[in-house]
């Protein structure tokens, strides 16, 4: 049945939304709303103005096999406010964790945070092709997964332990960059391709040990890293396992005897805006 354009603009956008990275014929909305292609470009048209005031980039491919593709992206103004905002809350004083470490826990339960954290991130890769987003058990995962999601990326799961349930699995022996300890970190076979252009996803870093193991596996599956992009990262006095990296907010000081915290923004904020790059 015909619908009118106010609704089908409401469903078409709503099906935009939930369906990021993904090339969408034409026909499929032509079919799904019972209307004439010429309508539904003109719908598009509509649709792409309002993307484009900070939602996101609506793209479209031309030819027999094209489409539009809806890409996810935040203004830099409002992903520094809300960082900004983050940073303010993360300084509170309860937060202090004994070894310097900050009480992440709640905020990273949060599905809204999440949705803008994992749009923030993926943000900056947008011009970039990745095939899987990686993270290390098991903080990570909620960010990762929402990072994949608004780059339509699968996300892979590193963990420290064997699970029968992986099957067989590459392993790689790594640096703690804080403990300087030797650990250990492997990855099933079958949870990423030869030749992969991966995002490493981390919800706190200090040395970057554990980064720098995820690097390890990845050279080891014939993959390439594509960047890596954490949540917060501490204020770290010796020399990290890893030196290019993005962060979200950056604990710039603790002061285990006032129990104090300082959170500021951290170096993902220091790069042009990615709106900007990715036009």
């Not at 987003?133 to 909620?142: D, F, L, R």
């Not at 030749?195 to 995820?214: A, E, H, Q």
């Amino acid at each position: 049945m015909k619908i009118r354009r106010s609704e089908r603009l409401i469903d078409m956008t709503h099906y935009l939304l939930e369906h990021p990275h993904e090339l969408i014929p034409l026909t499929f909305f032509s079919k799904r709303y019972e209307s004439a292609k010429s309508s539904i470009s003109e719908d598009l048209a509509i649709t792409k103005k309002t993307k484009e005031r900070g939602t996101g980039i609506l793209e479209t491919i031309p030819g027999a096999s094209g489409g539009v593709v809806f890409i996810p992206v935040i203004e830099r103004k409002e992903a520094k406010e809300y960082i900004d905002a983050l940073a303010e809350r993360l300084s509170e004083q309860d937060r202090l964790l004994p070894g310097g470490y900050v009480y992440l826990t709640d905020l990273l339960g949060q599905p809204q945070l999440l949705r803008q954290v994992g749009r923030i991130i993926a943000s900056k890769y947008i011009n970039e092709k990745v095939d899987a987003v990686m993270t290390v058990a098991t903080k990570g995962v909620p960010i990762a997964q929402a990072v994949s999601y608004y780059l339509n990326a699968p996300f892979v799961i590193v963990r420290r332990d064997s699970k029968i349930t992986e099957g067989s699995t590459v392993s790689v022996n790594y640096v703690s960059g804080s403990s300087e300890r030797i650990e250990k970190m492997e990855l099933s076979k079958r949870s990423l391709a030869r030749g992969s252009r991966v995002l490493v996803v981390d919800d706190f870093m200090k040395g970057g040990g554990t980064i720098n193991g995820m690097q390890g596996l990845i050279d080891e599956f014939d993959a390439e890293l594509v960047g890596v992009s954490v949540f917060a990262e501490a204020n770290f006095k010796g020399k990290r396992a890893i030196a290019d990296y993005d962060s979200l907010l950056y604990v710039k000081d603790v002061d285990t005897q006032t129990k104090t915290i300082q959170v500021v923004p951290g170096n993902y904020f220091d790069e042009e805006d990615t709106v900007k790059k990715a036009n």
